[in-house]
């Protein structure tokens, strides 16, 4: 924790803090959940070079993680690896969207270009953050997160582009996936205090910046149909699809097997 | 027991021995990862900032920075990182780019201060050849700072930095 993550936790109020643990959990949870699927491609990818690709990115994301939960850490003491490894499926924040298995590679490109999109102009925003210690990771994270974008954004256009069956897949992956999308704009409880203090951006301003990125991306460039499916805007990032508690099952049972394990 | 004072210098000519654990042909100082040494009587404190946030190589270097003072004599050393202002491979000297040119590693273009999201890639020549004519295989490579190329004069594969 460094200085100055400890001297801005003291200056915030009791609802603008609890929001911002509940915002800075959602935003790692997405990191983690997503990181995981990412990682079950290790080994399976369809060449090497995208094996190591992928890898990246999740450990990229991974490290994005941390970074929010060091923050969470200033405001209320919480233990980073305690909460990813020892909090069970109701107690994550994570959107629906990250949860749903890996699918095929269309899927998983497509998922991860609509989150990298979100995330990059997530973070460009947050930048200018009133909160310091959430503009610096902002800062850090953005120049990290435009590796991933160029990746992705490139893998979308050479699968809608490609053969009559990777167009086919990469049209059902944005299907089945669009409505989920909707879900990365929804505010956590005490979101909207934290807007109008300046700590994080105005999610409906973002969804209007991603939409004029990813719409000319996938529409124009990639020829790709959007789906008239309804928006997956019901539920609160409490309420989880049946995929995640298998996931966290894996993702946490070695660390559960040894709980006080301090050498790997 | 009493210890003789440490002077900066003498703590930055220790730091500058102290290797990269994924790239050993430079050091933590080369690549511009110190950002402040202090010291305050017997204690010593060093501010480091990480290259990728996910790096895990980070722990190793902070434990590595830790040591090369403790074996100063000095018993009270603080190793810090911050965020602030973020890392950028234009810190990283120049004579550490000869060295992972020659390494094979061809050195990070500069990466200015531009704030756009842009999907434009930086030229990178052949560290073998100097051709520009190279293609990049791989936008990720072996360790997060780095990717994939091949020459297309020398056909020589070759890993670059990537411009952070």
């Known amino acids: ?264 | 027991m009493t210890t003789l004072p440490v002077t900066p210098e003498q703590v930055w000519t220790a730091l500058a021995a102290v290797p990269d654990p994924e790239i050993p042909v430079v050091s933590v100082t080369d690549m511009g990862m110190v950002r402040d040494v202090t010291v305050d009587g017997g204690r010593v404190s060093v501010t480091f900032t990480p290259t990728f946030s996910g790096c895990p190589a980070l722990h190793v270097i902070r434990d590595s920075i830790g040591e090369a003072v403790r074996a100063l004599g000095v018993q009270d050393v603080e190793v810090r990182s911050t965020l602030t202002p973020p890392w950028t491979t234009d810190w990283i000297q120049p004579d550490a780019r000869e060295r992972l040119r020659q390494y094979g590693i061809a050195p990070p273009a500069p990466a200015g201060d531009s704030a756009l999201i842009t999907l434009d890639i930086e030229p990178t020549r052949c560290p073998r050849c100097d051709s520009f004519n190279v293609r990049m295989t791989g936008s990720f490579g072996p360790t997060l700072c780095k990717r994939l190329y091949v020459c297309d004069a020398c056909r020589e594969p070759f890993e670059g930095f990537k411009s952070v």
Request: glycine fraction near 6%; charge should be negative; proline fraction near 5%.
């Open chain 1, 1 to 264: 924790m460094t200085a100055t993550e400890q001297q801005a936790a003291g200056t915030l109020s009791g609802p603008l803090r609890a929001a911002l643990i509940e915002k800075l959990t959602a935003l790692a949870d997405d990191e983690i959940i997503l990181a995981h699927r990412d990682g079950e491609w290790t080994g399976h990818a369809p060449i090497l070079e995208e094996d190591i690709a992928l890898a990246n990115i999740a450990q990229d994301e991974l490290g994005h993680a941390g970074l929010y939960l060091e923050l969470r850490r200033a405001l209320d003491g919480s233990d980073a690896d305690q909460l990813a490894f020892f909090r069970d499926a109701a107690d994550y924040r994570s959107a629906r969207f990250v949860e749903l298995p890996k699918g095929d590679w269309a899927f998983t490109m497509v998922r991860q270009f609509l989150f990298d999109t979100y995330e990059a102009l997530w973070l460009d925003a947050a930048r200018t953050s009133t909160y310091a210690p959430l503009a610096e990771v902002a800062e850090k994270a953005f120049r990290e997160e435009k590796f991933h974008l160029q990746h992705t954004a490139l893998w979308v256009e050479r699968l809608a582009l490609g053969t009559g069956e990777s167009r086919r897949r990469t049209q059902a992956a944005l299907d089945e996936l669009w409505p989920y999308a909707a879900q990365l704009f929804q505010p956590v409880p005490g979101e909207a205090e934290l807007v109008a203090a300046r700590i994080v951006p105005d999610l409906d301003k973002l969804r209007g910046s991603w939409e004029s990125f990813v719409l000319p991306h996938l529409t124009g460039k990639c020829g790709l149909t959007l789906p008239d499916a309804p928006a997956d805007a019901g539920a609160g990032r409490d309420t989880h699809t049946e995929h995640l508690a298998p996931l966290l099952a894996e993702m946490q049972s070695v660390a559960r097997a040894v709980p006080n394990a301090e050498v790997w």
